[in-house]
């Protein structure tokens, strides 16, 4: 066994996690502030396309979620326990699995919107302008799909090997290349034509392949104990059944995010314009919350793996624990925060005082619980490291319910306006992270390494 993966076995998982996550926390804040300068761009063109982009973000998140949390999940907990039972080969075998699994998730996407997309946007509430700025967007980001999924599984298996700093320093130089170049396509300055909310998306893409490249290449060429060579290509049931065996419970979690979200939106689009764009400035506020606390779960995921692997279930649970603290304390903060000072940075975003009004009251609503959301996220990466996802989905599923059965309930009769919507959300989170923690309690990764053999 390599040195460093010795070390994720040994080490003090306090210290060892807060080193580990702190790489990841600081480029995935960077990442979240790159999707707020996007709608900080895209409030310049007015409230129309701010209400397209709302539209849309369920689709980024989706794909983001899809690439880098379920899919790039499953891969860096597959190569963790492979480097966890001190078997290298299979480690880079594995990477061609998920290279191989990239092509065929960007791929499935694109078909799935090029026959549901327009249906799915109208249903939405998208009509007139805002569904042609909206299916514009949506065309660009899946064509270029396949780079983003690239970028989240090349980075997931950096991170399987316990390696935080290299795509935590491509995806802050990605930062350094997409802000300026979505200010440029989205307003259409110095010359180049102004593409609107198109103009993010093809940043996303050229940012992504300028990405892919470079990590792909030090992959290749890596001293690492796995890197990326021809010699390991032999694909393998098992090997796939490895990563999928994850990934594919894994990714109901987007799924019921993002039909959540769409399903709230809808809800909302009923409010009007001004409502609809509040509550888009609302989630990309909270989307500053996924990414920190992303930064924590993608180090359990390896950590928890490797234990796994390795037979330390013990040491897998203190993992979980600690990383479950962590998040709730970091994300409960920023939840209270974001709702105290909501009079400083709302201005930044909008002028429209109706638009305020809405996405000062989701905040003031959903924020105070964000810490629910966050430790139960967290688990949801640590579980992923364990193999063991049936808690995660109960949790998830429950969570979707509780959102959408309770905003159709509260804007229809209790509540009767927008922020019955809201109370909904902040519900479903509590329920989320109360799921998860008290699976981890009840043992759910410890039966599980029981029946495998650890």
Same mark, same amino acid.
């Given at each position: ?47 129309? #396309? ?87 967007? /949506? ?192 994300? @409960? ?43 139960? $996220? ?8 364990? @193999? ?16 959408? !059965?309770?905003? $159709? ?7 009767? #306006? ?19 923690? /008290? ?8 039966? $599980?390494?029981?029946?495998? !053999?650890?």
């Amino acid at each position: 066994m390599d040195a460093r993966s010795q070390q994720m076995l040994s080490a003090p998982p306090i210290p060892l996690l807060a080193k580990m996550s702190a790489p990841n926390s600081i480029a995935f804040f960077i990442q979240a502030l790159v999707s707020l300068a996007e709608v900080w761009f895209i409030g310049r063109l007015g409230s129309l #396309s701010l209400a397209a982009i709302a539209l849309v973000f369920p689709l980024l998140m989706l794909t983001q979620m899809l690439s880098g949390g379920a899919m790039g999940g499953a891969v860096a907990a597959a190569i963790a326990r492979a480097l966890g039972a001190a078997d290298p080969a299979r480690a880079e075998r594995l990477i061609w699995h998920a290279l191989a699994l990239a092509v065929a998730g960007a791929l499935t996407l694109l078909i799935l919107f090029v026959f549901f997309g327009a249906p799915f946007l109208r249903f939405m509430g998208g009509a007139g302008d805002i569904l042609s700025a909206a299916m514009s967007y /949506s065309f660009v980001l899946f064509i270029g799909g396949i780079f983003l999924w690239f970028v989240g599984i090349v980075s997931a298996v950096f991170r399987g090997m316990g390696d935080m700093r290299f795509p935590a320093l491509m995806m802050t130089l990605s930062a350094l290349i997409q802000v300026p170049l979505s200010g440029v396509l989205i307003l259409g300055v110095w010359g180049f034509p102004q593409l609107g909310i198109t103009g993010a998306a093809v940043s996303a893409v050229l940012t992504n392949a300028v990405l892919c490249a470079v990590m792909m290449y030090r992959l290749s060429q890596s001293s690492a104990p796995i890197r990326l060579h021809t010699r390991a290509v032999d694909l393998r049931k098992d090997h796939f059944r490895d990563i999928l065996g994850v990934a594919l419970p894994a990714s109901i979690a987007p799924f019921l995010t993002v039909l959540t979200a769409v399903l709230l939106t809808a809800v909302i689009s009923r409010f009007g314009e001004q409502a609809l764009a509040g509550y888009g400035i609302g989630a990309r506020l909270e989307f500053l919350l996924v990414p920190l606390v992303f930064g924590i779960g993608a180090s359990m995921t390896s950590l928890v793996g490797i234990g796994i692997g390795a037979g330390d279930i013990k040491r897998a649970e203190t993992v979980g624990w600690v990383g479950a603290l962590g998040a709730g304390l970091l994300a @409960g903060s920023i939840g209270l925060l974001l709702a105290a000072l909501s009079w400083a940075w709302m201005p930044i975003f909008t002028n429209d005082p109706a638009v305020s009004a809405v996405a000062s009251r989701y905040i003031h609503i959903v924020g105070p619980w964000y810490a629910f959301h966050g430790l139960g $996220l967290v688990l949801y990466f640590g579980s992923q490291g364990a @193999g063991a996802m049936r808690w995660p989905v109960i949790a998830l599923s429950l969570r979707a319910l509780i959102a959408i !059965g309770g905003a $159709l309930l509260l804007t229809n009769s209790l509540v009767a #306006s927008v922020d019955g919507v809201f109370y909904a959300a902040a519900l479903s989170m509590v329920a989320y992270g109360t799921i998860m923690l /008290s699976a981890l309690k009840l043992g759910a990764w410890r039966r $599980l390494g029981i029946a495998n !053999g650890s």
